[in-house]
């Protein structure tokens, strides 16, 4: 399995990105999707997750941005409004509870990104 993160770029404060990953291989059921970020000397912190039932944000992130799943196949986008200069970071888009294998051999797993970088600045 292998995440495929895009769309990350510079803007200004106030500005709107919006991310997307896609996840490759053979691949029956993606349980969770999300994303997370690391910004210069700090941890790596989830932005976002979204299952079946639910989505959650992290709070400095609530009601600015939205995850979502796409049209297309084990795609999912994260859209970044009202951007200020705190959410630069590095975003990675992660996969977890991801069902692969065979119908008798069934296997989960997590998996990530390589990273997109976000920069807000004027």
């Known amino acids: 399995v292998q995440l495929q993160a895009s769309g990350g770029g510079l803007v200004q404060p106030g500005g709107s990105l919006r991310l997307s990953c896609t996840a490759s291989?053979?691949?029956?059921?993606?349980?969770?999707m999300a994303w997370y970020r690391q910004a210069p000397g700090k941890e790596r912190e989830r932005v976002a997750r979204?299952?079946?039932?639910?989505?959650t944000y992290a709070d400095s992130v609530q009601g600015r941005f939205t995850i979502a799943k796409d049209s297309a196949k084990n795609t999912w986008s994260l859209q970044m409004d009202n951007l200020k200069p705190e959410d630069t970071a590095v975003y990675y888009c992660?996969?977890?509870?991801?069902?692969?294998?065979?119908?008798?051999?069934?296997?989960?797993?997590?998996?990530w990104g390589q990273g997109t970088q976000v920069t807000v600045s004027s």
């Open positions: 992660n996969a977890d509870r991801v069902v692969t294998g065979t119908p008798t051999d069934l296997r989960e797993g997590n998996y």
């Open positions: 291989g053979s691949i029956y059921l993606i349980n969770v």
């Open positions: 979204l299952t079946a039932r639910s989505e």
